[in-house]
């Protein structure tokens, strides 16, 4: 062990020391290391098994401002590799266990914990932070942080202001292979620019769940598909729950009975858990590999240390090691991080169809058949739809009404649908007076 | 990176998102140019909300002519990187169509791509009714009649639409 005063001299080499690796911004200075400890806030989303080693990475490198974000609670599965959580924690919220354990074992650091999810939180919360790491498994979360950050973007006469960018670092693994990343929202390839990466979900054709089994797992299938709703064996409407062991025992007898009508071997409890509840595997040394990448990473981004990976990096250690990294590229059309909000000027007193008209008339846009939606309150709000039918006669009326009384207001954003674009454009409103 | 932000609360602030997601984005575009055939309608019961709508189809060709068929489409948050989930609301005496309303169409589960569209579902549902393949059956009865006695199978189908057993199994009618 370090005597205390020692404890950040191998961080202090990297900090106080020029290198041929350095950011062109950087200056060494021993108050490089104060600003990572006393100003950087870091937020971590998810406090499983790339979460427990993030934060551990994050803490032992001089992090202290850290916060974590999980939905999750702590499952007897987890224990394997989930090294921040003993038994005595399972049931208990994963981002309180991860944030007191570290707490605790690293001195002077202070993780802030969310028990929630990340939906839970607006803009005011995210804009506050200096750097977001994610350690997710769902494609879902991802794209909603992705969007999140994208909208915290701020524009100048079209220019991005860059304090408004908030870097990504993501991480990701599947059984023994994964990925990290570094998104520059509004730079370089968001999360949407590469959303074919992720693997498709399997969906197995449902006549051959109905008719034709092969596998075992159209065996569960069948049952989590098409049996469960029919026969609700826990009251109508009960969803499946993959965590309660009932549920998963009715889907697995279930399911070995329709295996052994059709000569299938392989129905197991495990199996059927596995594919109710879509279970990855993972493996811890994958888990730590990519964490230490992405904390690597938001060390280079927070202290400008070494320039940051460009951009993409994959890892696969099924075979020997293989890993590469290559520069992912910015979609050009992304319906995330193509577009900058165009300003768009009306007045309170403008009827919506003067808003339309000047979309298709004016020059600039010249729109066939405008479609117009609105964020209002964190709601969307369908402002026009030309098509189809039923709802452009609902809504119809709104093309009478002004400005004002549709609840816009200046600041807010426009989405705009139309033919001439691949992709919905998003509007920023400008109110004249 | 050095300069400062202004501190945040740590107290939780309920979300309220200035932009819409990509899935909404995305649907808003695939509603505003869906190009509904003639014999097709669409119910939104909450204009707002585009993610959950209704699809009445009403084949003026075929077997199921005259017919009235509702489909339910929601839309989840990983759309397009997912498909909708559509479910037939209508009874039907249909090879690739479940009693429980399960539709088995390629596009819907192991064929889906984002590039595809709502529209590209609802000519996918309106061929299905145009040429039900008992090739991938979903109702086995159903098919194995198609296949094997065309007039049977015809004559089942106005029955049904006009409200009566086959086998034991009653079809409500659903004659437009």
Not at chain 1, 363 to 379: D, E, N, S, V, W
Request: with cysteine.
């Amino acid at each position: 062990m370090l005597p205390w005063g020692e404890r950040w001299g191998e961080v202090r080499k990297l900090l106080e020391r020029p290198g041929p690796f350095t950011h062109p911004d950087f200056e060494p200075s021993p108050d490089t290391l104060k600003m990572l400890q006393e100003n950087m806030k870091v937020l971590v989303i998810g406090a499983g098994g790339l979460g427990c080693e993030l934060l551990k990475d994050l803490a032992l490198m001089g992090f202290t401002k850290l916060h974590v974000i999980d939905m999750d609670t702590i499952d007897l599965s987890n224990l394997n590799r989930q090294f921040l959580f003993r038994k005595k924690d399972i049931g208990e919220s994963k981002a309180k266990v991860a944030a007191e354990f570290v707490n605790h074992r690293v001195k002077g650091c202070h993780v802030t914990y969310y028990y929630n999810k990340i939906q839970d939180f607006g803009e005011d919360f995210y804009r506050s932070f200096h750097l977001v790491v994610c350690g997710l498994d769902s494609i879902v979360a991802r794209r909603w942080i992705n969007g999140m950050l994208l909208s915290l973007l701020c524009y100048e006469d079209g220019m991005l202001e860059q304090n408004s960018v908030i870097p990504l670092v993501d991480g990701g693994t599947e059984g023994f292979k994964g990925n990290a990343r570094v998104v520059l929202p509004g730079l370089t390839a968001c999360i949407e620019c590469t959303l074919d990466l992720f693997p498709p979900q399997v969906n197995f054709p449902l006549c051959t769940i109905a008719h034709t089994p092969r596998l075992p797992e159209h065996c569960i299938e069948y049952v989590r598909i098409l049996l469960w709703p029919k026969e609700n064996p826990f009251s109508s409407e009960t969803a499946i729950d993959g965590d309660d062991p009932q549920h998963i025992n009715w889907i697995f007898e279930k399911a070995q009975k329709r295996a052994a009508e059709y000569g299938i071997s392989g129905v197991t409890y495990r199996l059927t858990q596995g594919v109710v509840k879509r279970i990855i595997p993972a493996v811890a040394s994958t888990n730590a590999v990519i964490a230490a990448a992405c904390a690597t990473e938001a060390f280079k981004l927070a202290t400008s240390a070494c320039t940051p990976m460009n951009n993409y990096f994959v890892f696969n250690d099924t075979d020997g090691i293989y890993t590469y990294t290559y520069e992912q590229e910015k979609k050009e059309d992304c319906v995330a991080c193509s577009q900058v909000p165009q300003e768009l000027e009306m007045k309170l007193s403008d009827k919506l169809q003067d808003v339309i008209t000047t979309l298709a008339e004016s020059l600039q846009y010249q729109m066939k058949k405008p479609g117009l939606t609105a964020m209002i309150a964190g709601k969307t709000k369908s402002l026009y739809l030309h098509s189809p039918a039923s709802i452009e006669e609902k809504l119809r009326p709104n093309l009478k009404k002004t400005i004002e009384e549709l609840g816009l207001q200046d600041g807010m954003e426009l989405a705009v649908a139309d033919v001439t674009s691949p992709n919905t454009v998003l509007f920023r409103i400008k109110i004249k007076t | 990176m050095k300069n400062q932000k202004k501190d945040g609360t740590d107290a939780p602030k309920q979300g309220t998102q200035k932009r819409a997601s990509a899935a909404q984005l995305r649907i808003t575009k695939d509603i505003n140019e869906l190009t509904l055939p003639k014999t097709c309608d669409t119910e939104f019961p909450d204009p707002d909300d585009l993610l959950t709508f209704k699809l009445i189809i009403c084949p003026d060709e075929g077997f199921y002519r005259g017919g009235r068929f509702v489909f339910s489409f929601k839309v989840g948050p990983n759309y397009p990187h997912e498909p909708p989930k559509v479910k037939c609301e209508t009874m039907v005496y249909h090879p690739n169509i479940d009693l429980e309303g399960n539709v088995c169409l390629n596009i819907l589960r192991e064929d889906w791509k984002p590039v595809l569209t709502i529209n590209s579902i609802v000519y996918g549902l309106q061929y299905l009714f145009l040429e039900p393949n008992p090739e991938d059956p979903l109702n086995k009865e159903a098919a194995e009649v198609l296949q094997n006695n065309r007039r049977l199978f015809e004559q089942n189908v106005v029955k049904t639409m006009k409200g009566g057993y086959i086998g034991n199994v009653y079809f409500d009618r659903c004659l437009k």
